[in-house]
């Protein structure tokens, strides 16, 4: 199982960015998937998750500026931010929790990360 993410850059404050989730390899299906993030010398922390039944949770400092969505279909995640601050700077990971094969438990697997740099 991988966990593919893109869509992250370079923007000046007050500007947005897509980012982007492909889980591929051998899936039998996927619970929760998420977006975490980690700015230097910090550690890394909730952004969103959204479960199947499309429920979302946010940390308390995105909600109303990030949206996280899903495509079932083709197995993505997205997240999108808008309004972006310098505090928002960080890499950004994807996490999904996977189920592989029947009568397994999900197991979560991380993306690489997308670095996300926010100018003032």
């Known amino acids: 199982v991988q966990l593919q993410a893109s869509g992250g850059g370079l923007v000046q404050a007050g500007g947005s960015l897509r980012l982007s989730c492909t889980v591929s390899?051998?899936?039998?299906?996927?619970?929760?998937m998420g977006w975490y993030r980690q700015a230097p010398g910090k550690e890394r922390g909730l952004v969103a998750i959204i479960r199947t039944d499309g429920s979302t949770n946010y940390a308390r400092s995105m909600k109303g500026r990030f949206t996280i969505s899903r495509d079932n279909a083709k197995n993505t995640v997205y997240l999108e931010m808008i309004s972006l601050k310098p505090e928002d700077t960080a890499v950004y990971y994807c996490?999904?929790?996977?189920?592989?094969?029947?009568?397994?438990?999900?197991?979560?697997?991380w993306g690489q990360g997308t670095q996300v740099t926010v100018s003032s």
């Open positions: 996490a999904a929790d996977v189920v592989v094969d029947k009568g397994r438990r999900p197991t979560t697997y």
């Open positions: 390899g051998s899936i039998l299906s996927i619970n929760a």
